[in-house]
Structures are given as structure tokens and as C-alpha cells.
């Protein structure tokens, strides 16, 4: 039976890696348990774990037979070859009757209603909902419940439940990233190894030096974030107009898991029957006793600060999906040669179908090629406009010290554009007093602007009638042609694909995607986008060394390892946007893929001086306009960082191999990672002149 409190459901939804772990935990004082089934979630590392489709139907029958209920992750991103896998499987779970599916990518959603099936739907923590918009946009789209952003305090979700009505899940306990969920690209872009399809190796708990204004700082895991402990805040959850608890754990063993809800389930109880002379700690000392980290609130009382960050066992301890110590940091491969001719005849097998014919680049004209910059200041502006950009792009989450464009520099830069497309861009994270902004920038008298570049689901909803063209950016982690479908149902003109998709999935999407796509394809973009402030650590920390930074102004923080230097930019939200260390370059392959349909080549030029700018922009539609001189205008365009990388682009994928959980489905990228962490040697580097 359900518990209520005042007539609200509050529900305790522990997590099972196995079925034989599920049979003890359902047992336990919990109301529902979600688990994995074999393939498209992700929690795919930990050999032996998730179920089979019999352990599914049996797992469901047993909750149900309990009174209680069953939640089935589908929580990857999908990639091409796997959409066919996936229509199937839903077929499956539609039978099969969980109480609902917990989806991440909206390629789940699309197939749903293609199929017509019935199976509930809930937003997964990698969907990011963090705003009313969202929210209702999920409602309209059928989705029952949402798993919240991890960094939404309990006054937020007090207002999302109230505004909506929407149910709300929270996580209580357990492990937790530093990230924004479906926001962190470092393992995919180093190892190949999304985190979004369930394969992260954790770089945030790595080992770093933190380095600012030529000192070096004591801080040795920034990003390792401590546990979730809500036991303690039962009230406030439940005020906060929380419905679902949700434990962290599919990778943790039966007795640990059994302990957690039973401890929960136990405290909950006891303040339902007695809310004034609620204990709350009765069991901290046992929870305590058998942390793995050590204990915070995260962000549920506002934001954390220093005291969110981990030191207890980072370093020392094990992955549970792997049974590997840690992940240590590892050098991104270099831009060389070898690797180039690879990735070409793989691009060229990739290019025909089983009779020989020609798949790629049907969906639109080669000659359409252009290019779009992303911009952080007026100066850079300029400069890409002179440099022959075809589309700029005013950042929404501006870089300090510079500040957000104002409408005077709007005017003036729509003065000199000329052809060329003028876009305004959203935050990333858009909270409810963004939306009135940009609300009221966009109301009112029009801009003279070509659109508007959105980040998330709820701006889409918002922003769609005010009249502007619509572009999407690259963290809608557009993946498949069906989630590039859907976008492009609801007004999106063109579509950034995902920065994680590596070289099949992204000749896949070219080929498929309903929509003109762009691409990322030289800069240092945001791989780690976070509310967590590692400024924090030079303004609380004494200095322990001096040391200039290698490749930026000393002004910029950067996260040192013995392989190199990570950027890190603060923008004027306050967020910090953690960099690669190295510049992603794909001028070497500008002719593959012009030929293989990519509309809109993208240079993320936020952080270049505007002389660099302007070389890099001329170098790319030099290229676009020659592409067999493109091979001399990289060996002429000298790194101003550490060097060149493909980023993701490196490695092989899976778009061919069908399942991410099926057999050698991610092995390119998995034994490229092997590789990597072994410091295997890379070929001749191509990184100057």
C-alpha cells in the first residue's frame, strides 16, 4: 500500500542492479524499485548486472504482486543503429507492464507515440529539467513524473509542484556528479566513452592541481563531489512537494541496498505516524558507519559551496560498475597521421550501403556548407564578421570578465553583418527569472537578429511564437534522426549535433537527420558545465606554489594533472564551464564531411583573441571553398593550446553494431579507452607548421 501524508503520496524508490537483488530489496520497507533491463540504460560497465527480459516480466509481477511498484530505465541516448532495438524493446515493456520507464533521450518519446503504445513515461535526471517550462512541456508530451535537475534546491521544487502539478522525484542518497546532468562530455570526448550512454570513467574524480594568478592551490579532487544524505530532511522533503525518494545504487551490493531502504522507509513511517516528535537521526550513525564517501545536502538548501567537495577514499576506492580503481588522467590522443588516413577509410566504408550506393549527404547540397561562430564579446564578433562567418552567435552564458551583449551591440553588430546571420543565444541553464528576461528582451520591440539559439525544451515552448527562427544548440544532445525529428516538429530550423557522437554515429545522423544539422569543429569547448564554483577554491584556499599557466592568462583557473591543463571559465551566472585541454581541429576533414551533409561547420571561438578568431574562420571557408586545400591550411594554422584533438570524432562508435549492451556494441571506443589508460603511444602529432 501507498503511504500519504496529508493526503500526498510519498513514495521510496530503492534501486536493483539484479534480479536477485531486486527479490530482497522489493521485500524491503520500500514502495517501488527501478532496475535496467539488458540493453539502453545506463548503467551498462558491471558485467553480470541488469536484467534479462525474463528477470523483467518476473521483476514486475512480483512488485505488483506486493502491492508495490516496478520502473524500467531506458535512459541512453540512442544511436542510429540502435532505434530499431528500441522500438522492439518498448513493444516488450508495453506487455510487460512496468509501472513506467524512465527516458532520457526524446527518440524514446517519438517511437512511443509512433508505435502507440501506452507505457508511462518519466523524465530521467539526465533530462535536465530545471524550469516551470520544462515542466509543463513534458506534460503536454505525456510524460507523469520528473526526476529533477541535482542541483534544484527544495524551495524550487516546492514551486515547480505547485505552478504544475507535476510529480516530482528527488534524489536522497547517494552518489552524485558535480555536473548538470547530461551536460558533462569529458569521458566521451577523451575516452570515447559517453556518459550519456551510460560508459562515464568519472574524470571529475581524478586527481588535480588547482592553479590560478600564477599559484597553485591545495585542492585535490575539485570536482569529487561528496554522497546525497537526505535522512535527516525527511520534512523538507515532503514540504518541498516531493513525491518520489529516490536512492541512488543500481551497481551497489543487496545488503547495502537493503539497509538503505529499510533505514528510509523506517524514518518516513515514523514521521507520518508522528510528524511533531519525528526523530531524524535515529539511524545516522548506521548510515554513517557504512558510507562509501563522505555525507552532504548537495544543492537541497541552496547552493553547496567547498563544502559539497569529497576527500574520503578519492583515489583509493573502486568504480562499482567495474570493480577498477579509479581512472587516472589520461592524455587526449594526438591529431596525427595515421589516425587521420584510419578515420578516412572508415568514413569512406561508412559512406555506402551494402549495394555500393552513396548514403551520405542526400538531405541537402553539398554547396550549402557555411560557417557559424559562438562568441563572447563584441571584439570577437567583429572580428569572425570581417573573417567571412556566416552566422554568429552571441553567448548566452558570457565568459567573465566581459558582460552579456546589450541591445545597443546588438544594433551595431546587425548594422555591419551584412549577409551574414545574426543570433542571440540562451543560458544553458534557464532558471525562472531567465525566463522573464528573455522574455521581456524578446516581447518587446523586435531585434534585429536572424533567431534565436535555444538550450533546452522549455525555451522552445516559451519562445516559439515570438516570431524569431529557432536553432538548436549542442547540449539538446541530438543523437538520432528521431530526437532530430522531434525538435524539428516543434520549429527548430537546424540542429547542433551532440559533441559526443563519435565517427559511425555521427556519419549515422548525417545521413539521416530530417533537419539541416552543424556540428562543433574547432575550439575548446565546455566539456564539464557546472553550478559547482571552482573559483571558490583561489578566494578560501592559502597557496602552496607558484606556477604560471602554460596556455591562458593567469587570470583563468585551470585544473592541472601530469597530462595537462583544463580551462576553466566562469561565466557572469556564476557557473564555471571546465574546458578541454587541447583544441578540438577537424579542418583535416572538412572535404568528409561537406561530403557527408554537414550544413553549418561551428568554431567556438568564446575564448580566442580576435586575431586568432579571424584567422581560424578564414581558414575554415578557405577550406569549405577548396577542400583539397585543406590539408595545407591545418599545417599552416599553428595550436595556441597544448595541441590538436578530434575529440569524439576519434573513435569508431557503435551506429553500425547495433545494442550499446549487446555484444562489442561501444568496443572500438572501449578499447581505445583501454588503450589510452594504458598510455599507449600515440602516432607522429600534426600540430604545427
Given at each position: ?30 514502495d517501488a524499485v527501478y532496475f535496467g533491463g539488458p540493453s539502453l540504460n545506463m548503467r ?222 523506517d524514518a518516513i513511517d515514523r514521521y507520518i505516524a508522528d510528524p511533531a516528535g519525528f ?175 535555444v538550450t533546452n525544451l522549455g525555451a522552445v515552448r516559451r519562445f516559439a511564437s515570438k ?223
Amino acid at each position: 500500500m501507498a503511504r500519504y501524508f496529508n493526503g500526498r503520496e510519498v513514495e521510496l524508490l530503492a534501486p536493483a542492479g539484479t534480479f536477485e537483488i531486486f527479490k530482497e530489496v522489493i521485500a524491503a520497507n520500500c514502495d517501488a524499485v527501478y532496475f535496467g533491463g539488458p540493453s539502453l540504460n545506463m548503467r551498462l560497465m558491471r558485467k553480470g548486472y541488469n536484467f534479462t527480459l525474463e528477470e523483467l516480466t518476473e521483476a514486475v509481477q512480483i512488485a505488483h504482486s506486493l502491492g508495490k511498484k516496478a520502473y524500467v530505465t531506458v535512459n541512453n541516448l540512442l544511436n542510429e543503429g540502435e532505434i530499431d532495438e528500441a522500438a522492439a524493446y518498448l513493444q516488450f515493456l508495453e506487455e510487460a507492464g512496468p509501472d513506467a520507464i524512465i527516458v532520457q533521450d526524446f527518440a524514446v518519446l517519438a517511437l512511443i507515440k509512433q508505435l502507440g503504445l501506452s507505457v508511462p513515461v518519466h523524465a530521467s535526471v539526465m533530462m535536465n529539467v530545471h524550469n516551470v517550462e520544462m515542466v509543463k512541456a513534458l506534460q503536454e508530451l505525456g510524460v507523469t513524473r520528473v526526476v529533477t535537475s541535482r542541483e534544484m534546491d527544495l524551495q524550487t521544487t516546492r514551486y515547480l509542484q505547485a505552478v504544475t502539478g507535476m510529480e516530482l522525484e528527488y534524489f536522497v542518497h547517494g552518489d552524485m556528479c558535480s555536473v548538470h546532468g547530461a551536460n558533462c562530455y569529458f569521458s566521451s570526448m577523451v575516452f570515447g566513452m559517453s556518459s550519456n550512454r551510460g560508459k562515464c570513467l568519472k574524470p571529475c574524480r581524478w586527481d588535480y592541481r588547482v592553479k590560478k594568478d600564477g599559484n597553485i592551490y591545495p585542492s585535490e579532487y575539485p570536482l569529487a563531489v561528496k554522497d546525497m544524505f537526505m535522512y535527516e530532511h525527511i520534512p523538507e522533503l515532503i514540504h518541498g512537494g516531493i513525491t518520489s525518494f529516490k536512492i541512488e545504487g543500481r551497481m551497489r551490493d543487496k545488503e547495502f541496498v537493503v539497509m538503505l531502504a529499510n533505514a528510509y522507509g523506517d524514518a518516513i513511517d515514523r514521521y507520518i505516524a508522528d510528524p511533531a516528535g519525528f526523530e531524524r537521526s535515529k539511524d545516522t550513525k548506521l548510515l554513517y558507519e557504512n558510507r562509501k564517501r563522505d555525507f552532504s545536502t548537495a544543492y537541497a538548501f541552496g547552493r553547496p559551496g567547498l563544502s559539497n567537495i569529497n576527500k574520503r577514499y578519492e583515489g583509493t576506492g573502486k568504480f562499482y560498475s567495474t570493480g577498477k580503481v579509479f581512472s587516472t588522467p589520461t592524455a587526449e590522443r594526438e591529431l596525427g597521421e595515421k589516425r587521420l588516413e584510419e578515420i578516412r577509410e572508415t568514413w569512406a566504408a561508412a559512406a555506402v550501403d551494402d549495394t555500393g550506393k552513396a548514403i551520405h549527404g542526400q538531405n541537402r547540397p553539398q554547396s550549402a556548407a557555411q560557417v557559424s561562430v559562438h562568441v563572447n564579446n563584441m571584439a570577437q564578433a567583429k572580428a569572425a564578421l570581417e573573417a567571412g562567418a556566416d552566422h554568429i552567435y552571441l553567448s548566452g552564458d558570457v565568459f567573465e570578465p566581459d558582460r552579456p551583449f546589450t541591445k545597443a551591440e546588438i544594433r551595431e553588430l546587425a548594422a555591419i553583418k551584412g549577409a551574414a546571420k545574426l543570433y542571440l543565444c540562451l543560458p544553458r541553464m534557464m532558471t525562472e527569472l531567465h525566463f522573464d528576461i528573455y522574455d521581456g528582451l524578446l516581447s518587446g520591440e523586435r531585434l534585429p537578429i536572424d533567431g534565436v539559439m535555444v538550450t533546452n525544451l522549455g525555451a522552445v515552448r516559451r519562445f516559439a511564437s515570438k516570431g524569431y527562427r529557432l536553432v538548436g544548440d549542442f547540449n539538446l544532445n541530438v543523437y538520432n534522426r528521431l530526437s532530430a525529428g522531434f525538435y524539428a516538429g516543434l520549429g527548430l530550423e537546424r540542429l547542433t549535433a551532440s559533441m559526443e557522437l563519435p565517427l559511425l554515429d555521427f556519419t549515422a545522423l548525417l545521413a539521416s537527420s530530417p533537419v539541416p544539422l552543424e556540428a562543433i569543429v574547432h575550439g575548446s569547448p565546455a566539456i564539464m558545465y557546472m553550478e559547482h564554483d571552482l573559483y571558490e577554491n583561489a578566494e578560501v584556499f592559502e597557496p602552496v606554489g607558484e606556477e604560471d599557466n602554460k596556455f591562458v592568462d593567469n587570470s583563468i583557473l585551470v585544473l592541472m594533472t601530469d597530462k595537462g591543463e583544463n580551462p576553466v571559465y566562469r561565466d557572469v551566472n556564476g557557473r564555471n564551464h571546465l574546458m578541454l585541454a587541447k583544441e578540438l581541429c577537424l579542418l583535416p576533414l572538412v572535404k568528409e564531411l561537406k561530403e557527408a551533409g554537414l550544413s553549418v561547420f561551428r568554431i567556438e571561438g568564446a575564448t580566442y583573441r580576435p586575431e586568432r578568431l579571424a584567422e581560424i574562420v578564414a581558414a575554415y571557408k578557405a577550406a569549405l571553398a577548396a577542400p583539397e586545400a585543406a590539408a595545407e591550411l591545418f599545417a599552416a594554422l599553428a595550436p595556441v593550446y597544448a595541441g590538436y584533438t578530434l575529440g569524439a570524432l576519434q573513435f569508431d562508435g557503435g551506429a553500425a553494431s547495433g545494442s550499446a549492451g549487446g555484444p562489442g556494441a561501444a568496443g572500438a571506443g572501449e578499447a581505445q579507452a583501454e588503450a589510452a589508460a594504458a598510455k599507449e603511444p600515440a602516432d607522429e602529432p600534426v600540430t604545427s607548421r
